[in-house]
């Protein structure tokens, strides 16, 4: 007979037995942190907007004078302009350039042609550079003297300096010329991999049937990447509406406010004017575009996933 006497598992009741064995205990702990990490505080941002918070003081009062402010101040609609120039000149030449290097790279491993590695390392360090570096960066290749890069290549042509953060124009366009050097790699490697997915047998009967390489660009390899080129898209557009770093160490938003998007406004309201509700309010706008565009974003998978 064994010395040992059996021990009974506790009995637990049914209920108590589908949580334990669900993914909830799991999710739990990763739902605690994305509560205090996420949710508490965009629920406290909105309810700042709502109030005339500042920094230099623990009392306020709720009201709705910084919506007030923001939406009847000229300001804040030249900040959306500006934003909007921004962001769509960025978004076009990322998409643009994104599909012409992961094109030409495709077709250089297809030919077996050297150096395509290092093309596509070339335009991922772009992107693994943070981006207050890249902001120095261009600022220094900005500089509007002589011994600037572009300034000194412009000298050797015998033409005039050109004011590329002076002048408000030419600032902005300098500024959406570095994100797109910046953002151009996201771009390329999305659509690089959309690429190799497509099915060459499709690209064959094109070309039996006639189609030159304009056709079979236009006509057969465009349609296929559309789902991936609109998912890129829209990430991307997401991403450089919450440019900030960059811009802060390229132009700080100057000359006058010029270069000033709205994640960058919502920085000098805060910490530089320290008008925490007013900052807030412009926070809110902001979370709202983000919002929509990830509705739209994932509108856009559910569809492909019916598919």
């Known amino acids: ?31 605690l942190i994305l509560t205090f990490v996420f949710v508490y505080p965009i629920f406290e941002i909105i309810r700042l907007s709502f109030t005339d918070a500042s920094l ?17 101040h000229s300001e804040f609609f030249s900040m959306l ?22 094109f030409l790279i495709d077709q250089g491993q297809k030919l077996d042609l050297k150096g395509t590695v290092i093309v596509r390392t070339s335009v991922l360090t772009a992107w693994a550079i943070p981006g207050v570096i890249i902001g120095i960066i261009w600022r220094v290749m900005y500089t509007e003297t002589e011994v600037g890069i572009f300034n000194s ?57 006639g189609a030159n390489g304009l056709q079979r660009l236009f006509k057969v390899m465009l349609p296929m990447l559309a789902p991936i080129i609109l998912v890129t898209l829209i990430i991307i557009s997401i991403d450089t509406f919450n440019t900030f770093d960059m811009v802060m160490a390229l132009t700080g938003g100057g000359p006058g406010q010029s270069t000033e998007v709205i994640a960058l406004s919502i920085y000098t309201t805060i910490f530089r004017e320290f008008n925490l509700g007013q900052g807030a309010a412009t926070s809110v706008v902001l979370l709202s575009i983000n919002v929509i565009m990830t509705l739209v974003y994932l509108k856009i998978l559910g569809r492909q996933g019916e598919k």
Do not use: C, H
């Open 1 to 31: 007979m064994s010395n040992f006497q059996s021990v009974k598992s506790p009995k637990i009741k049914p209920g108590k037995r589908a949580f334990v064995n669900s993914p909830f205990p799991w999710l739990l702990p990763l739902g």
């Open 81 to 102: 302009l500006i934003t909007a120039i921004f962001v769509s000149f960025s978004v076009v030449f990322q998409l643009f350039f994104g599909f012409i290097i992961a």
């Open 153 to 209: 290549l412009v000298g050797m042509v015998g033409m005039d300096l050109i004011p590329f953060l002076s002048d408000p124009t030419i600032a902005l366009i300098s500024v959406i010329v570095a994100n797109v050097w910046r953002g151009t790699a996201f771009s390329m490697i999305l659509i690089y991999a959309a690429i190799q997915t497509l099915p060459n047998d499709v690209m064959e009967a094109a070309k039996i049937d």
């Open 56 to 72: 230099l003081g623990a009392d306020y009062s709720y009201t709705t004078e910084s919506y007030g402010r923001l939406f009847g």
